[in-house]
């Protein structure tokens, strides 16, 4: 018995020390399983920050992208020229599809520096700016019932503040149409909002109408595709001070070089540089014609002739130019000779004596005043009033802008040949349309090529190929007043206010406008950007 001590002690010494080992392997295993998830956790956080890095630099230059989008770009992507750039993150590379109806889907697709890659996807709406109308004054259509007067429509992009209440025998067609803070009424039942065959899609802040179409194909009621509750608020490209300035010294530069706006030709005037050789130099081989310039005052001889205003050079205060122009009825200024276009259209030679002078070629800003043509390139600058005394036709591609009121009395469209079937496409194919700037007011006095007054716009295709009464690129920075009954206006009117007081005008877009749109536009190349479905993956 004396030795039962010890053998106890040595059992417990057996048992600790299993217990030790025991421990020990639970330690060993425990720092095992926590070095092998920090490991883990370590390269997760690598990758997730490598995910991340690649994620950023892909959402970066898409967001870039989208700040500056322009049909440009778009173009260029679908010719298979992706963007690309770079970001502290890593790079990124951006593609795009054509979803139809100014619809779009950029992709883009971040990498960071050990190749990780994370992809972002943008749905949007975009349309030009020069592609639609728009009124984006904060009560936009004025008139005693704050509407488009009787059977008066719309085809095409419209974009408007406040209530919309459309009228009898009244067309809303193609689209989209957005009205910012109002609601669309319908006042008559014998209305189109859309088109059985083509219904519109609708942006509104506030009350839209349930479709109410008859289903015959051709009736009368509401087809809406699409009612999107979000509108972009988008306000006027503005004008600046500074961007007056701006146009006119480029009036004046194209005085002297007659570079024909953005197509060089022959320099046909002063060799030395200065613009007041204008009025003495004469067409070639002619020795009995001298142009005029549209600015005939005697103290304005040294002007150059795209530019009228004060004789020291100097602008007005914006809006408040007091040198006016009247182009038609005050006699022939500047020199072109006889014409012939890309689409085979011919026009008669210059004044007498004038005949020498290239065929094809003009000045940058000539009137005939026997023929009523107006020839036109690169920007012209007037420094207070500007009128359109009668009707007229214009060849070329170029702005004027005004710094003051400006008047319509007359129908001002492109040229277009007496025999022509579609007198629209000859001015499109040759690539003529005609801005007109001004900070101030603008009127539209004269009517009466709308002879689909009053039947609606239920053939589309048919309102696009009628004569219009003003065909080209208007910006209003004040109030466009439309003066007359059963007028047509082609193209394109961004203004802050329009008001209607008479019946059966019709406000048509010209989709191909901003392919050729002339020089000095404000807001050109900027356009209306609605996102859409965004996803990552």
Same mark, same amino acid.
């Given at each position: 018995?004396?030795?039962?001590?010890?053998?106890?002690?040595?059992?417990?010494?057996?048992?600790?020390?299993?217990?030790?080992?025991?421990? @020990?392997?639970?330690?060993?295993?425990?720092?095992?399983?926590?070095?092998?998830?920090?490991?883990?956790?370590?390269?997760?956080?690598?990758?997730?920050?490598?995910?991340?890095?690649?994620?950023?630099?892909?959402?970066?230059? @898409?967001?870039?992208?989208?700040? $500056?989008?322009?049909?440009?770009?778009?173009?260029?992507?679908?010719?298979?020229?992706?963007?690309?750039?770079?970001?502290?993150?890593?790079?990124?590379?951006?593609?795009?599809?054509?979803?139809?109806?100014?619809?779009?889907?950029?992709?883009?697709?971040?990498?960071?520096?050990?190749?990780? $890659?994370?992809?972002?996807?943008?749905?949007?709406?975009?349309?030009?700016?020069?592609? @639609?109308?728009?009124?984006? %004054?904060?009560?936009?259509? @004025?008139?005693?019932?704050?509407?488009?007067?009787?059977?008066?429509?719309?085809?095409?992009?419209?974009?408007?503040?406040?209530?919309?209440?459309?009228?009898?025998?009244? *067309?809303?067609?193609?689209?989209?149409?957005?009205?910012? #803070?109002?609601?669309?009424?319908?006042?008559?039942?014998?209305?189109?909002?859309?088109?059985?065959?083509?219904?519109?899609?609708?942006?509104?802040?506030?009350?839209?109408?349930?479709?109410?179409?008859?289903?015959?194909?051709?009736? $009368?009621?509401?087809?809406?595709?699409?009612?999107?509750?979000?509108?972009?608020?988008?306000?006027? =490209?503005?004008?600046?001070?500074?961007?007056?300035?701006?146009? *006119?010294?480029?009036?004046?530069?194209?005085?002297?070089?007659?570079?024909?706006?953005?197509?060089?030709?022959? #320099?046909?005037e002063s060799s030395d540089g200065h613009a007041s050789s204008y009025v003495t130099m004469q067409p070639p081989s002619t020795t009995t014609w001298s142009r005029r310039k549209a600015q005939t005052a005697v103290a304005a001889a040294a002007l150059p002739y795209k530019f009228i205003g004060d004789p020291s050079g100097d602008i007005s205060g914006m809006g408040n130019g007091s040198t006016p122009l009247t182009i038609g009825g005050t006699?022939?200024?500047?020199?072109?000779? &006889?014409? /012939?276009?890309?689409?085979?259209?011919?026009?008669?030679?210059?004044?007498?004596?004038?005949?020498?002078?290239?065929?094809?070629?003009?000045?940058?800003?000539?009137?005939?005043?026997?023929?009523?043509?107006?020839?036109?390139?690169?920007?012209?600058?007037?420094?207070?009033?500007?009128?359109?005394?009668?009707?007229?036709?214009?060849?070329?591609?170029? /702005?004027?802008?005004?710094?003051?009121?400006?008047?319509?009395?007359?129908?001002?469209?492109?040229?277009?040949? &007496?025999?022509?079937?579609?007198?629209?496409?000859? %001015?499109?194919?040759?690539?003529?349309?005609?801005?007109?700037?001004? =900070?101030?007011?603008?009127?539209?006095?004269? %009517?009466?090529?709308?002879?689909?007054?009053?039947?609606?716009?239920?053939?589309?295709?048919?309102?696009?190929?009628?004569?219009?009464?003003?065909?080209?690129?208007?910006?209003?920075? %004040?109030?466009?007043?439309?003066?007359?009954?059963?007028?047509?206006?082609?193209?394109?009117?961004? *203004?802050?206010?329009?008001?209607?007081?008479?019946?059966?005008?019709?406000?048509?877009?010209?989709?191909?406008?901003?392919?050729?749109?002339?020089?000095?536009?404000?807001?050109?190349?900027?356009?209306?950007? /609605?996102p859409g479905l965004w996803t990552r993956g």
């Amino acid at each position: 018995m004396a030795n039962h001590p010890t053998r106890l002690l040595k059992d417990d010494v057996g048992v600790a020390l299993i217990t030790v080992l025991g421990v @020990m392997l639970v330690i060993t295993v425990l720092a095992i399983g926590s070095y092998s998830l920090a490991g883990q956790a370590l390269h997760e956080s690598v990758r997730v920050e490598r995910e991340t890095k690649a994620f950023r630099a892909a959402a970066s230059g @898409m967001e870039k992208v989208l700040s $500056t989008f322009s049909e440009d770009d778009a173009l260029a992507m679908l010719g298979g020229v992706p963007i690309t750039g770079s970001t502290p993150d890593g790079t990124y590379e951006i593609t795009i599809d054509d979803l139809g109806h100014n619809e779009w889907r950029l992709t883009s697709v971040g990498t960071q520096a050990d190749g990780t $890659t994370e992809i972002v996807r943008q749905q949007f709406y975009f349309i030009d700016l020069w592609k @639609m109308n728009l009124s984006a %004054g904060s009560s936009s259509l @004025m008139s005693g019932s704050s509407a488009l007067n009787g059977t008066s429509s719309i085809v095409g992009p419209f974009y408007m503040k406040g209530d919309l209440n459309i009228q009898a025998n009244m *067309a809303v067609v193609e689209g989209p149409l957005f009205v910012k #803070n109002g609601d669309i009424s319908l006042k008559n039942s014998n209305i189109w909002l859309g088109l059985y065959e083509e219904p519109i899609k609708v942006y509104c802040d506030k009350a839209i109408p349930d479709n109410s179409g008859n289903g015959s194909g051709k009736g $009368t009621g509401v087809y809406i595709s699409h009612r999107i509750r979000s509108v972009p608020d988008i306000t006027l =490209p503005p004008i600046t001070q500074a961007k007056l300035e701006e146009w *006119a010294t480029t009036a004046k530069n194209e005085s002297i070089d007659n570079i024909m706006g953005t197509t060089p030709v022959a #320099n046909l005037e002063s060799s030395d540089g200065h613009a007041s050789s204008y009025v003495t130099m004469q067409p070639p081989s002619t020795t009995t014609w001298s142009r005029r310039k549209a600015q005939t005052a005697v103290a304005a001889a040294a002007l150059p002739y795209k530019f009228i205003g004060d004789p020291s050079g100097d602008i007005s205060g914006m809006g408040n130019g007091s040198t006016p122009l009247t182009i038609g009825g005050t006699g022939s200024f500047g020199a072109w000779g &006889s014409t /012939t276009t890309t689409d085979g259209v011919s026009l008669a030679a210059g004044p007498v004596g004038s005949s020498g002078y290239p065929a094809g070629k003009h000045d940058d800003f000539a009137y005939d005043d026997v023929n009523n043509i107006l020839y036109i390139s690169g920007t012209v600058f007037v420094d207070g009033p500007l009128t359109f005394a009668e009707n007229m036709k214009y060849v070329g591609n170029g /702005t004027i802008v005004a710094n003051g009121d400006v008047t319509f009395n007359g129908a001002v469209i492109p040229y277009f040949s &007496s025999g022509a079937t579609n007198k629209n496409v000859q %001015g499109e194919n040759n690539k003529w349309a005609l801005g007109v700037v001004t =900070p101030k007011d603008m009127k539209f006095n004269a %009517g009466g090529n709308n002879p689909m007054a009053g039947t609606g716009a239920s053939n589309r295709d048919a309102l696009r190929l009628l004569e219009a009464d003003y065909a080209g690129a208007f910006y209003v920075g %004040g109030t466009a007043y439309f003066n007359s009954n059963n007028m047509l206006i082609r193209g394109t009117v961004l *203004a802050s206010q329009m008001k209607f007081d008479k019946n059966n005008n019709l406000l048509i877009t010209n989709p191909l406008l901003p392919t050729y749109l002339p020089n000095s536009l404000p807001g050109a190349g900027a356009g209306l950007l /609605t996102p859409g479905l965004w996803t990552r993956g």
